[in-house]
């Protein structure tokens, strides 16, 4: 039986230049806007067929958007939620190399409310809030389970918090394979290296034993705030506009052994703080 074929021809003249919403761009600008960094999009008031993604105006004191999160990106404040995918990982890692390069010695902090995702995606954010020099703060609010604790240690020590009805959840990284048998050993092999590299990060975060977070993390590990707090895995418990007062960890936390001060000369070029928004 002859296989069925089907052609489809578009014709450039059927192709409304109206549909087409190409934004100016002004030389030596930047601009990073949050809501450039997540799927929106409605219905265009003009019968196209198409979605059109939603521009803000920009704000007077920002420069970037007029939405909420755009401003408070002005306030160096990050937000992390939902799952953790590369696309999330290449907006939150834009917008802390540029507040990293616009002042190194400003506080960064980041507000998670996520069940985790992609591992892959969450050491990408790992390594540069370890990069960058500028101080991170990590504050969960909701949840922060899975990979996303990861994220919720990795800020700079004493400054790692919760609030009081967020849950922290630590496990172990999960995958499947299928195919042939030696291909599927290849797999295993792989998902043991992972799961032994996520035990020596949380260890180094925590300062547990190894032996102890190994054991921890071999099912799905619940924490409230307080003890997360005793588990080494935050530093204090936000409460209202004050901190719990906890007793000082982090003489336990261990220095991550990367080379990245040299690296991070080459991830802050020289931009005037006016062009940077």
């Not at 909420?68 to 990982?89: C, K, N, P, Q, W």
């Amino acid at each position: 039986m002859a296989a069925a074929s089907l052609s489809i021809s578009i014709s450039s003249s059927t192709i409304n230049p109206s549909f087409l919403h190409l934004p100016s761009l002004k030389p030596h600008h930047i601009s990073l806007k949050p809501s450039s960094c997540r799927a929106r999009s409605s219905l265009s008031s003009s019968s196209s067929p198409f979605l059109t993604a939603l521009e803000t105006p920009p704000h007077p004191e920002t420069g970037g958007g007029s939405d909420a999160m755009s401003i408070l990106l002005g306030h160096r404040m990050v937000f992390l939620g939902g799952e953790i995918t590369d696309l999330m990982a290449d907006c939150v890692l834009s917008q802390l190399l540029l507040l990293d390069a616009q002042d190194e010695t400003k506080e960064i902090r980041i507000y998670i409310n996520s069940a985790g995702g992609s591992l892959s995606a969450t050491m990408a954010i790992f390594d540069v809030i370890k990069l960058i020099k500028s101080p991170v703060q990590t504050i969960a609010v909701g949840q922060a389970s899975s990979t996303a604790a990861l994220i919720l240690g990795a800020g700079s020590p004493g400054r790692r918090f919760a609030m009081p009805n967020a849950r922290i959840m630590l496990r172990q990284p999960s995958g499947s394979a299928s195919g042939e048998v030696r291909q599927i050993e290849f797999h295993a092999v792989e998902l043991l290296s992972t799961k032994m590299n996520v035990v020596r990060i949380v260890a180094g975060l925590t300062g547990q034993p190894i032996g102890k977070v190994k054991k921890d993390l071999d099912r799905d590990f619940y924490m409230g705030p307080a003890e997360a707090v005793k588990y080494g895995l935050i530093d204090g418990i936000l409460d209202e506009d004050k901190m719990i007062p906890i007793p000082d960890i982090s003489t336990r936390v261990r220095k991550p052994k990367t080379g990245f001060s040299d690296l991070g000369k080459h991830l802050r070029p020289e931009i005037p703080d006016d062009e940077i928004y």
